[in-house]
């Protein structure tokens, strides 16, 4: 049975000047009940008239809504490096109706928020608006988004400043270390193998970007989100600037690409920085993505094992040993591949310890059950954590663009709970032994030369 704590809580009375007043006991624990169910609120979806899905959320009571624009496409299908992050980028620097300068002149005005982003296989327009500025605010939004001109002055600005960016991370060598483990894993020709280097920010041109928003930032290739206190009148204003007409060249069609991971057969792969202060240690292998059916049993092993402050990794590695400040492991889920990840940075005459360590917490999954105390403690804390993630508005829109961007149905929160209660340490077990393999992981160290790393 899993319980969480829940504040039913004990009373006792405090006698002030006057009346009576009631307070709480905090000497006095509360009480743990059980959850029974785990619902989020779902959107409520139409199709505009151009195709475009619109899913509305309506929930809160501050007058703000937060509007996203969700465009398949990304790293996933560029034809050359940096060319799906600066397409999104520079959509904010000139458009044929409005200069850059004017446009973050007017959303400072109106005091809105904008966020441009683009991950493996999505581009993302994110807008933070008061209501009584939305339609002013979505006017220079769709400029934005139907017409850009990808100015070669601001893109060379624009490059120059990430150049710097890129170059300042490159050397950090937590940065190093999760570049290399997907290089080892995927190989270099693969989209999830493949990093930018420091040229390629300066061979990158306006007719890049046009091209690869000529195939992608289109009406039938995209969805919208609305989220907070919408009113009929937003909804007008999102289907009268985006969802009346077609926009984008509606003739190009996706077209679903495949890759085949090229591993390296190094089982440890170590990158010399002279002057790093300390080590960074990845450990890593392929694992299972979110469409598998023990997906969600496996997340609740690896927050045991790695996933959370309490964990088996933390426990050992930090609290007892004393050999880093803290240790993690995740499973990192991608087009058509999920990957497990342990990652940690320490003294560089600690690594080898680190990972003999990692490998001992395996092998006791494996060999011996976990305790129902323990496994309750996992559980009480995800069943926590998925309460507080969806608590207002707009967690609830990253939610479901979660859903949809991961190719998921609307049932996925409710299988994670029903995972999370169910799961027995028999289980855990049985996930340990084919899941956590020793032999699957391979061991990326960047840092300084020391006999406890190399």
């Given at each position: ?40 609120d ?47 980028r520079?959509?904010?620097?000139g ?30 327009v ?19 988004v ?28 937590e ?6 483990l997907?290089r ?22 306006g007719c ?34 985006f ?6 060249d ?33 450990m ?12 969600h ?11 959370y ?5 933390m ?21 058509e ?9 320490a ?42 993630s ?19 149905d ?30 699957d992981?391979i ?12």
């Amino acid at each position: 049975m899993i319980l969480v704590r829940t504040w039913r809580e004990p009373k006792c009375f405090y006698r002030g000047e006057g009346n009576d007043m009631e307070i709480l006991d905090r000497t006095v624990a509360p009480e743990i009940r059980q959850i029974e169910h785990f619902t989020i609120d779902t959107p409520v979806c139409h199709r505009m008239r151009n195709g475009i899905p619109l899913h509305i959320i309506q929930a809160g009571d501050e007058d703000v809504v937060r509007f996203d624009l969700l465009i398949k496409g990304g790293q996933w299908e560029q034809t050359r490096p940096l060319q799906a992050m600066f397409t999104n980028r520079m959509l904010r620097e000139g458009t044929y109706t409005f200069t850059s300068a004017q446009i973050a002149e007017k959303l400072d005005y109106y005091g809105s928020w904008l966020d441009l982003s683009s991950s493996v296989n999505y581009g993302f327009v994110t807008l933070y608006s008061l209501n009584k500025y939305f339609s002013q605010t979505l006017e220079i939004l769709a400029s934005m988004v139907k017409e850009p001109v990808f100015p070669e002055k601001e893109l060379s600005v624009v490059t120059e400043s990430n150049k710097l960016q890129f170059l300042v991370n490159s050397e950090k060598v937590e940065v190093i270390t999760r570049k290399q483990l997907n290089r080892s894993l995927f190989g270099e020709a693969h989209p999830l193998g493949k990093y930018a280097k420091a040229e390629d920010y300066d061979n990158i041109h306006g007719c890049d970007l046009k091209e690869f928003y000529h195939r992608f930032y289109r009406s039938n290739n995209a969805s919208i989100y609305i989220s907070g206190k919408v009113t009929s009148e937003i909804i007008s204003c999102i289907e009268r600037l985006f969802g009346n007409e077609e926009w984008g060249d509606v003739s190009m069609k996706g077209e679903q690409l495949f890759f085949t991971p090229q591993p390296d057969s190094r089982k440890r792969v170590f990158i010399e920085r002279e002057n790093a202060m300390q080590s960074s240690l990845k450990m890593g292998g392929f694992s299972i993505n979110r469409q598998h059916s023990d997906y969600h049993k496996l997340r609740v092993l690896i927050t045991l094992f790695g996933g959370y402050f309490g964990s088996r990794l933390m426990s050992n590695i930090r609290e007892e040993k004393g050999y880093t400040y803290g240790i993690g492991a995740n499973l990192v889920c991608y087009p058509e591949e999920g990957v497990l990840v342990i990652s940690t940075e320490a003294a560089n005459e600690y690594i080898n310890q680190i990972i003999e360590e990692v490998y001992k917490e395996i092998d006791i999954l494996a060999l011996e059950k976990v305790s129902d105390e323990e496994l309750n403690m996992v559980k009480n804390y995800m069943l926590g954590d998925m309460c507080r993630s969806y608590e207002n508005a707009f967690s609830l829109s990253e939610a479901w663009i979660f859903i949809e961007t991961s190719g998921l149905d609307n049932c996925y929160f409710e299988e994670s709970l029903n995972a999370i209660r169910s799961i027995t340490p028999l289980e855990i077990q049985a996930l340990a032994q084919e899941y956590l393999r020793k032999e699957d992981l391979i061991e990326i160290i960047a840092g300084k030369k020391s006999a406890g790393n190399i």
